[in-house]
């Protein structure tokens, strides 16, 4: 849990397409409760910051498997946002065209 607090990671495929967008990005606030704790105002107010801060908010109340790829990557980033944490680690392919050699 410590860990969690410290590094955000923003994998490929990061959840179940039944959650909804707001739930998705308050699952980032997990590292921050206690066992058996509920989100607080506070959780609910930083992740709809972390929505407004990437364009999301609109996508709220969508189901993750309504989305286009582009939107739940940034749904994604709002997630990690909300963990609020001091390094983020993205995980992206690097594209076919690179070679290795550069």
């Known amino acids: 849990m410590e ?3 410290l590094v955000g990671v923003v994998p ?4 179940a397409s039944t959650f909804t ?4 990005v ?8 206690g066992f058996f704790r509920y989100e607080s105002e506070k959780d609910m107010t930083i992740a709809l910051e972390a929505m407004m801060a990437t364009r999301t ?23 990690v946002l909300a963990q609020e944490t001091q390094a983020i ?4 392919p690097r594209p076919t065209w690179i070679s290795p050699g550069r």
């Open 3 to 5: 860990l969690a607090r």
């Open 26 to 33: 308050l699952m980032g606030r997990n590292p921050h409760l």
């Open 21 to 24: 967008a707001f739930e998705a």
């Open 12 to 15: 490929r495929s990061p959840f």
């Open 89 to 92: 680690l993205l995980d992206e």
């Open 57 to 79: 908010g609109h996508l709220a109340g969508r189901r993750i498997g309504e989305l286009s790829g582009g939107e739940i990557q940034s749904v994604v980033i709002a997630r």
